[in-house]
């Protein structure tokens, strides 16, 4: 599957390519199953400009695969192995650095959605053995990034109180590992269905956001007035000022997406006046990747992925199901 002649969803489409054959230090993979980002959808309208790559381009970041063939010099995974294409390839060690967006699954570089890919050994994780494809083929942006805001940004522990907004992935993601490290967590969303599974996955506490404007305010008097610890933001422009009143002195805000809007006017003195720390998160290196998947098998941890699952040739319906906001958890394809 390929974005052929120009950059809309119109120009999705089937394409064949010669089979791709490892050489040193790579591994062919049958590709299984793949999940959603709002990032993909935006790339495939070339909303990263000239981050974006060029056409024509195999879309979409995150998936799983199975290994069937191994390149010379391969020791890191053996075939048979189920495992994760880091959505980075680049990015194997330390902290984000300048030019690694170059090294980004689905744009610039071609995508997962393929019958078989070829990757070098170093970016590849293999997954927990509990996890089924769909639930696997969630890790690599939306998992890596949940995990970057709670443990590697926030430095959660046992005792800590955390926000998270809504039902998507990385949402979901950051309250189950929130969970994990022992957190008390608190979720907001605008549908008492979600607020209702949004407990049944170990929230704390939830807010209805259309009820309650000022759930800043009330996420706060939830915590005896001092604030949470950590808000895990996803929704921007008309979130963060509620993250900001939620937040306690020191407290910090890791900021993963911006999908209410792009530009903020944020009250300064709230922020100052808190000592409060705004963090950007950008997913997650292989080393955070490996240590989620070793959380993950301990807590038997299962991703939270919609029940509709889409097929290879369904790409831009789920693409165009993405933005409306219906799913619970993770929209997935399966192969």
């Not at 070793?294 to 693409?319: C, M, N, S, T």
């Amino acid at each position: 599957m390929e974005i052929g002649a120009d950059w809309d969803f119109e120009h999705i489409r089937l394409a064949e390519r010669p089979d791709p054959r490892p050489g040193q230090g790579q591994v062919l993979l049958r590709m299984k199953a793949a999940s959603l980002n709002y990032r993909d959808a935006l790339m495939v309208r070339r909303g990263y400009g000239n981050q974006s790559g060029s056409l024509p381009l195999i879309p979409i970041s995150d998936g799983v695969g199975e290994v069937i063939e191994l390149g010379p010099g391969v020791d890191r995974v053996a075939v048979g192995q189920r495992v994760c294409p880091l959505m980075n390839q680049h990015w194997l060690h330390g902290p984000f650095r300048d030019g690694l967006w170059r090294g980004h699954l689905g744009g610039p570089l071609d995508g997962v959605m393929r019958e078989f890919m070829v990757l070098d050994q170093e970016a590849l994780v293999p997954v927990p053995d509990h996890l089924s494809d769909i639930e696997a083929a969630t890790l690599p942006c939306a998992g890596i990034t949940a995990w970057s805001a709670i443990v590697e940004a926030g430095r959660i522990k046992a005792g800590d109180q955390v926000l998270v907004q809504g039902t998507g992935g990385v949402s979901l993601f950051a309250l189950q590992f929130a969970k994990a490290q022992g957190a008390t967590v608190i979720a907001t969303s605008s549908s008492e269905d979600k607020l209702a599974r949004l407990t049944e996955l170990g929230a704390d506490a939830v807010i209805n956001y259309r009820t309650t404007a000022d759930w800043g305010k009330a996420a706060a008097k939830l915590t005896d007035g001092r604030g949470v610890d950590l808000v895990v933001e996803t929704g921007g422009a008309q979130t963060i000022g509620q993250s900001i009143r939620a937040l306690r002195a020191n407290g910090t805000i890791a900021l993963v997406g911006n999908v209410t809007g792009s530009l903020a006017e944020i009250n300064l003195p709230h922020v100052f006046m808190k000592s409060a720390r705004l963090i950007g998160v950008v997913v997650g290196n292989r080393d955070a990747f490996e240590a989620m998947v070793r959380a993950i098998a301990q807590h038997q941890i299962a991703p939270v992925v919609d029940p509709k699952v889409y097929g290879f040739e369904e790409l831009r319906a789920a693409l165009e199901a993405l933005p409306l906001g219906r799913h619970i958890g993770k929209i997935a394809l399966r192969f």
